[in-house]
């Protein structure tokens, strides 16, 4: 992960302002304020808004006793917090025990049938619900039953072997916190018209699932063009860095030349701005160690970095992942990235690798319009350097502030969002899924009509039955976006 390491001289930047006009012998802190003492030098060192904040100001306080005195105001480390934080951000973040939350990142797993699926109202029956299979994941339970994407079912036999209808009022008892071990599905053939009931029943049973990082990869022959395709759908953290970059040796061996990365089913949250920068190069490979993306810091960060260590706002195109293995890059000109779903926009990290690829390459967004989030965030504990050894033992409180903006090569950012190339339905047709991976599938099928000929005027109807969707298993398991984090050495800043 990235790594800043900042020198002592940092102090005079920092801390100095207030500082100026302290005595010495002021400095003994009383611990009832320890912790607003650690929020509010935190903020005030690297909060991004730091200079609109009126009370994190270098020259709001002469001296110790008057910061202290300011700091006894505040009951709780919270209040202090959330006073200090601007209204507009909504990603900085006071966490209460860093022992829980720095615990590593776990693989992505669940109790699940293995049954992705959507639900939608029964145009002609009031308050009755149809549920479609979105898709089935691969080596769960459901993988094993007579089950596949696009079948309809209308109902459940429940434990007392009674037939029960979905309706909005009881569709979550019945097919997410249902008691017995067995979901047994009723199904039926719909044709956006009419439901017909078959005789037909799939049972399910719930296990432990580790969810793979990839749902597939292929290739297609489009003449001159061959086309890699990727479903992913996992969030972007390190946990499958090394699965991706296999994939792209695969697709490098097929002598792939352009690439679709299919977002629909990712859940996005967390990501490291190093692992976007590992996935980039994946994708590239022609570009080693020229400018991917740049960092902007508060004024006062901004300022020392660029007069003491300028590289330091710079990531540059890496070669090697964090374990020192080859990145194996496609030394691609064009890659398209499709994003789909209710209202899905993508990530802050999905948002960083598409703008910081722009100078350097074809980027194709197919889909919604993103969200505009280019902030940047690190992780600050109460030690001498704010990093996690020689912690503060007297609490585990710990302070995730919003530091820095990013911007790609040519200083382009993207806080109003990035338009997509190619607008998509915002939802898939439960009535028209076709077969994931093949030509039946009308995303693909677009993305792929669309690599061909260049057209943007291509459409299909969006939703022609005009379902109401209800309830999306996809939607469920997405988690709010975190943000995109960078790891940061820091310095002493005389606290």
Request: glycine share 6%; aromatic share 12%; proline share 5%.
């Amino acid at each position: 992960m990235k790594e800043k390491i900042l020198k002592p001289l940092i102090l005079i930047l920092f801390i100095n302002f207030w500082l100026q006009g302290c005595d010495k012998s002021d400095n003994e802190l009383n611990p009832s304020v320890e912790v607003q003492d650690f929020v509010w030098k935190g903020f005030n060192a690297y909060y991004l808004y730091q200079e609109d904040i009126d009370d994190l100001s270098d020259r709001r306080f002469s001296s110790n006793q008057q910061l202290e005195s300011y700091l006894s105001g505040f009951d709780s480390p919270e209040s202090i917090f959330n006073s200090l934080k601007k209204s507009t951000d909504s990603r900085s973040l006071l966490i209460e025990n860093y022992e829980i939350n720095d615990l590593p990142l776990p693989l992505r797993t669940s109790f699940t049938t293995g049954m992705e699926f959507g639900l939608f109202k029964d145009p002609n029956v009031l308050d009755t619900l149809i549920g479609h299979v979105s898709h089935i994941l691969p080596t769960s339970q459901a993988s094993s039953q007579n089950l596949s994407r696009g079948d309809f079912f209308y109902g459940v036999i429940n434990e007392e072997t009674d037939t029960i209808f979905l309706r909005e009022d009881n569709y979550r008892t019945l097919l997410i916190d249902y008691p017995q071990d067995t979901l047994k599905l009723l199904m039926a053939y719909y044709d956006g018209d009419s439901l017909a009931k078959n005789d037909m029943r799939v049972d399910l049973v719930k296990q432990n699932y580790q969810y793979p990082p990839i749902l597939l990869n292929k290739v297609f022959n489009l003449g001159a063009k061959n086309v890699g395709y990727l479903l992913y759908n996992n969030d972007f953290s390190d946990n499958y860095i090394e699965d991706l970059n296999a994939s792209m040796l695969e697709f490098k061996n097929q002598s792939v030349n352009e690439l679709i990365i299919d977002l629909r089913y990712a859940i996005g949250s967390y990501s490291n701005a190093k692992t976007m920068s590992e996935i980039a190069s994946m994708i590239t490979g022609q570009f080693p160690d020229e400018i991917l993306f740049k960092e902007t810091w508060n004024n006062k960060s901004q300022t020392w970095f660029e007069q003491n260590q300028p590289d330091s706002l710079l990531t540059k195109f890496p070669s090697t992942l964090q374990n020192n293995s080859s990145i194996n890059g496609l030394n691609l000109t064009d890659v398209y990235i499709i994003l789909n779903g209710n209202s899905f926009s993508g990530s802050s990290a999905t948002e960083l690798l598409m703008n910081s690829l722009k100078p350097y390459i074809n980027v194709h967004i197919l889909g919604n319009k993103t969200q505009g989030d280019n902030l940047g965030s690190i992780y600050l504990y109460d030690s001498p350097d704010y990093n996690a050894f020689n912690v503060n033992p007297n609490h585990t409180y710990s302070l995730r502030p919003t530091v820095l903006t990013f911007s790609n090569k040519e200083n382009e950012t993207y806080n109003s969002g990035i338009t997509p190339t190619l607008a998509l339905c915002p939802i898939e047709d439960p009535l028209n899924l076709g077969e994931l991976g093949e030509v039946s599938d009308p995303l693909l099928n677009l993305t792929l009509s669309y690599i061909s000929t260049g057209n943007l005027g291509v459409n299909y109807p969006c939703n022609p039955f005009e379902l109401e969707i209800i309830y999306n298993s996809i939607d469920s398991q997405r988690i709010i976006d975190k943000g995109t984090f960078i790891k940061q050495d820091l310095p002493n800043l005389g606290r």
